[in-house]
T-cell receptor, first 115, second 112 residues
Framework: AQSVAQPEDQVNVAEGNPLTVKCTYS??????LFWYVQYPNRGLQFLLK??????LVKGSYGFEAEFNKSQTSFHLKKPSALVSDSALYFC?????????????FGTGTRLKVLA | DAGVIQSPRHEVTEMGQEVTLRCKPI?????LFWYRQTMMRGLELLIY????????DSGMPEDRFSAKMPNASFSTLKIQPSEPRDSAVYFC??????????FGEGSWLTVV
């Protein structure tokens, strides 16, 4: 069965510093991986995805993520954090197996960027 | 594009009442998902449809919950009778085959 883990409930980072939000996954075959962001009282917004190709994926708002197959990880990164990046971040996985389109989400990581 | 549209945005109802949540997916998307978000359980997949047909409803918590998709542009999630533990945010999302899923703004349900 597919699963995704976000080991940190919260990440604190100073404004201007680089940030990393961790995600590891488990799925049969090659995964489809996604990152979403949720601001208070809003729905989830798509940031970026990895399906195939370059292991470094660039997305919205200056975010990027690195797919590491050997470590089964897909960590979200940003070179310089902004206070406005403070939000809840979700990693999601979807197996490539034909016939299943279940997108499974992690428990979320709250990012707090301190001014 | 208008995105995924959900209604109502907020609902407060009394225990035992029927609740109906509505969703209009993005035009052209053939997959529709219902998720529930709570502090305790995070984001749970309740059910998803492909071409209006329910494919996996293993996440539906119990028989009080039902979901339908009568056509490609409309889906409902119904709770009857509602209980306080059903209080949560219910999200509808849609996608086309193999692609990114897009979420609505959610329906905030409070059962008192």
């Amino acid at each position: 069965a597919q699963s995704v883990a976000q080991p940190e409930d919260q990440v604190n980072v100073a404004e201007g510093n680089p940030l990393t939000v961790k995600c590891t996954y488990s799925v049969s075959g090659n995964p489809y991986l996604f990152w979403y962001v949720q601001y208070p009282n809003r729905g989830l917004q798509f940031l970026l995805k990895y399906i195939t190709g370059d292991n470094l994926v660039k997305g919205s708002y200056g975010f990027e993520a690195e797919f590491n197959k050997s470590q089964t990880s897909f960590h979200l990164k940003k070179p310089s954090a902004l206070v406005s990046d403070s939000a809840l971040y979700f990693c999601a996985v979807r197996g490539p197996t034909s016939g299943t389109y279940k997108y499974i989400f992690g428990t979320g990581t709250r990012l707090k960027v301190l001014a | 594009d208008a995105g995924v549209i959900q209604s109502p945005r907020h609902e407060v109802t009394e225990m035992g009442q029927e609740v109906t949540l509505r969703c209009k997916p993005i035009s052209g998307h053939d997959y529709l998902f219902w998720y529930r978000q709570t502090m305790m359980r995070g984001l749970e997949l309740l059910i998803y449809f492909n071409n209006n047909v329910p494919i996996d409803d293993s996440g539906m918590p119990e028989d009080r919950f039902s979901a339908k998709m009568p056509n490609a542009s409309f889906s409902t999630l119904k709770i009857q009778p509602s209980e306080p533990r059903d209080s949560a945010v219910y999200f509808c999302a849609s996608s086309s085959v193999g692609n990114t899923i897009y979420f609505g703004e959610g329906s905030w349900l409070t059962v008192v």
